[in-house]
């Protein structure tokens, strides 16, 4: 089993960056994956990155103003946030897969709140 921690949010202005850290512990993964939860919204899925990282991929309302990375060393991935938006205002979470191929995320952080002022 491999345990999350998020860390990194908080309360910013609009056009402000923020980065995000999730630090795995215990078992490898296969697929990390940050989602997201705004108020009075289902979650949605935002960006993932494979173990090697070798293969990212990105919801089309963050492409081009947020990146996924993993620190190898550290097993720790990141999420960058630049050009932030009010609309990006949630709760962050990421969520690893252990499964190769197409993800099931079936351990999950607690996740870390991002806030963006207009």
């Known amino acids: 089993q491999v345990q999350l921690q998020e860390s990194g949010g908080g309360l910013v202005q609009a056009g402000d960056s923020l980065r995000l850290s999730c630090a795995a512990s215990g078992r490898a993964f296969s697929t990390m994956g940050w989602f997201r939860r705004a108020p009075g919204k289902d979650r949605e899925f935002v960006a993932a990155?494979?173990?090697?990282?070798?293969?990212?991929s990105y919801a089309d309302s963050v492409k081009d103003r947020f990146t996924i990375s993993r620190d190898t060393t550290k097993s720790t991935v990141y999420l960058q946030m630049n050009s932030l938006k009010p609309e990006d205002t949630a709760v962050y979470y990421c969520a690893a897969s252990m499964r190769a191929g197409t993800p099931i995320y079936n351990t999950w952080g607690q996740g870390t709140q991002v806030t963006v002022s207009s």
């Open positions: 990155i494979n173990w090697f990282a070798t293969s990212t």
